[in-house]
């Protein structure tokens, strides 16, 4: 814990692996960037809302931030929904990132870098906290504004998964974009069994060595049951809001130029080659 508390006394961010910061590689957030600078192209809307649901040390907080900043000349906000409480069963499943992701939160580590990262990257005034579970914050948003993109990463279990899709649905713009994380793998893409198996189970994470892969069953099944069949790159799933309904987004143009204060943690070249989602 040295680096965080040299970080907490200093005015640097931290988002480094003792708390599993980032979780991902940096398309991740160029992918958001980039829906955001997509939505703003649109040019139907001028003030830019966000609403990210599960924030943890505020990465992706960052990115939609600076985004606004970089894209809309900071006219815009994110709202970030976490209750900051531990929310993962530890018995079931007892890997390294579960066991030191519920410690800094029982720790209340992970909402302070929330706050300090907020503070040193510049963005206190582009982020509304709503502290709480999802489901409850956002009943009490339903009949208030409407958001560009909603991005959905936070209990990653079934029902929770389900209810904050249901949600989100009624709160996204028309032409806005609903997303999530960490669906790695569709339901046509796994065994069924296997999937059934780990929503019962409850488990936030699956690893398949027989299959050779690994996935967040309560994810997976989900986004079926809630949407369909959906966009997918790298783990970052995304739809777009039109007239008939959500509908895949077949291809993003995307903007690498994520916050430097992400890219500090990552190695040089890091990047893969951009494809069509």
Same mark, same amino acid.
């Not at 206190?124 to 560009?148: C, M, N, P, W, Y």
């Given at each position: 814990?040295?680096?965080?508390?040299?970080?907490?006394?200093?005015?640097?961010?931290?988002?480094?692996?003792?708390?599993?910061?980032?979780?991902?590689?940096?398309?991740?957030?160029?992918?958001?960037?980039?829906?955001?600078?997509?939505?703003?192209?649109?040019? *139907?809307?001028? &003030?830019?809302?966000?609403?990210?649901?599960?924030?943890?040390?505020?990465?992706?907080?960052?990115?939609?931030?600076? &985004?606004?900043?970089?894209?809309?000349?900071?006219?815009?906000?994110?709202?970030?929904?976490?209750?900051?409480?531990?929310?993962?069963?530890?018995?079931?499943?007892?890997?390294?990132?579960?066991?030191?992701?519920?410690?800094?939160?029982?720790?209340?580590?992970? *909402?302070?870098?929330?706050?300090?990262?907020?503070?040193?990257?510049?963005?206190?005034?582009?982020?509304?906290?709503?502290?709480?579970?999802?489901?409850?914050?956002?009943?009490?948003?339903?009949?208030?504004?409407?958001?560009?993109?909603? *991005?959905?990463?936070?209990?990653?279990?079934?029902?929770?998964?389900?209810?904050?899709?249901?949600?989100?649905?009624?709160?996204?713009?028309?032409?806005?974009?609903?997303?999530?994380?960490?669906?790695?793998?569709?339901?046509?893409?796994?065994?069924?069994?296997?999937?059934?198996?780990?929503?019962?189970?409850?488990?936030?994470?699956?690893? &398949?060595?027989?299959?050779?892969?690994?996935?967040?069953?309560?994810?997976?099944?989900?986004?079926?049951?809630?949407?369909?069949?959906?966009?997918?790159?790298?783990?970052?799933?995304?739809?777009?809001?039109?007239?008939?309904?959500?509908?895949?987004?077949?291809?993003?143009?995307?903007?690498?130029?994520?916050?430097?204060?992400?890219?500090?943690?990552?190695?040089?070249?890091?990047?893969?080659?951009?494809?069509?989602?």
């Amino acid at each position: 814990m040295n680096e965080i508390e040299t970080a907490l006394s200093s005015n640097q961010p931290y988002f480094g692996h003792a708390v599993r910061g980032i979780q991902s590689g940096p398309l991740r957030y160029a992918i958001l960037r980039s829906l955001v600078k997509g939505v703003i192209n649109q040019e *139907y809307t001028n &003030s830019i809302n966000v609403l990210e649901v599960g924030s943890w040390i505020g990465a992706s907080a960052l990115t939609f931030a600076r &985004s606004i900043q970089d894209f809309n000349g900071g006219d815009g906000l994110v709202t970030c929904v976490d209750k900051w409480e531990p929310y993962i069963d530890t018995s079931i499943d007892n890997g390294s990132t579960s066991q030191i992701m519920s410690l800094a939160i029982e720790l209340n580590i992970a *909402y302070t870098l929330f706050q300090h990262n907020c503070k040193c990257c510049n963005i206190e005034h582009l982020v509304e906290v709503k502290r709480g579970t999802s489901q409850d914050i956002l009943a009490k948003l339903i009949d208030g504004k409407k958001f560009d993109v909603i *991005y959905i990463d936070g209990d990653h279990r079934y029902e929770a998964v389900v209810g904050d899709i249901l949600m989100a649905k009624k709160l996204l713009a028309s032409g806005g974009i609903l997303c999530g994380d960490d669906l790695e793998k569709q339901v046509h893409e796994v065994d069924l069994d296997i999937l059934q198996k780990g929503v019962e189970e409850g488990r936030d994470t699956i690893v &398949s060595g027989e299959k050779g892969y690994s996935f967040h069953p309560g994810v997976t099944l989900a986004v079926n049951e809630a949407i369909g069949e959906v966009s997918s790159y790298a783990g970052l799933w995304l739809m777009v809001n039109q007239e008939d309904g959500l509908v895949r987004l077949q291809e993003i143009e995307i903007d690498e130029n994520i916050p430097k204060e992400l890219l500090k943690f990552y190695p040089p070249d890091l990047f893969p080659q951009s494809k069509p989602l």
